[in-house]
């Protein structure tokens, strides 16, 4: 069956530093993983996608990169600040277009 | 601007009385879906559509009905809520296009069911 997954535990790291989030998946091929914000009690926002034959990709502080033999992305916040306090969840769509998240990592930077 | 509307933003119900949560898209996209999201199970699709009068379920559609008579419309209907379906749900559009393509969400509407 097909899986999405990230770790559970909230990330806490010092404003500055360089958060780096996971998600793990099973089963998608092809695979169009995308990232989302999501703040408390407000709908997810779509950040960024990578495709299954691409590596890495940048938006801004915003690093996602694409190990398809792991079947695995990584998700840097480089230069973190406390405005980018929030939870973050990857997504992949199915062959039948259906959209799934995985559980979500919250990220808490302090200052 | 370009948005996803939910209606309404919280709403607290009794047991059994019917209630329908809107959700509207002005971007003309094919694609619609409803989740619901819980505490320590994140976001799960209850039905999606690809298309007016297409529809299709997701992984938790019990207890739930839908439509989509027209494109931009597709509210979710509650015939007889009950208290495990008190969650915060949402609804997305997107247009179609393949795997590739972002999902835009609405604001969410918080339903408590006593």
């Known amino acids: 069956s097909q899986k999405i997954e990230q770790n559970s535990e909230a990330l806490n790291i010092q404003e500055g530093k360089t958060a780096t989030l996971t998600c793990n998946y099973t089963n998608y091929s092809p695979a169009y993983l995308q990232w989302y914000r999501q703040d408390p009690g407000r709908g997810p926002v779509f950040l960024l996608l990578?495709?299954?034959?691409?590596k890495e990709k940048r938006k801004e502080r915003l690093k996602v990169t694409f190990d398809t033999t792991l079947k695995q992305s990584l998700f840097h916040v480089t230069a973190s600040q406390p405005a980018d306090s929030a939870t973050y969840l990857c997504a992949l769509r199915n062959a039948g277009n259906m959209l799934t998240f995985g559980g979500g990592t919250r990220l808490m930077v302090k200052p | 601007e370009a948005q996803v509307t939910q209606n309404p933003r919280y709403l607290i119900t009794v047991t059994g009385k019917k209630l329908t949560v809107t959700c509207s898209q002005n971007?003309?996209?094919?694609?619609m879906s409803w989740y619901r999201q819980d505490p320590g199970l994140g976001l799960r699709q209850i039905y999606y559509s690809m298309n007016v009068e297409v529809t299709d379920k997701g992984d938790v559609p019990e207890g739930y009905k839908v439509s989509r008579k027209e494109k931009r419309n597709f509210p979710l209907i509650l015939e007889s809520p009950s208290p495990n379906q008190t969650s915060l749900y949402f609804c997305a559009s997107s247009p179609a296009g393949g795997m590739n393509t972002e999902a835009f969400f609405g604001q969410g509407t918080r339903l408590t069911v006593v």
């Open positions: 971007m003309n996209h094919e694609y």
């Open positions: 990578i495709r299954e034959n691409e």
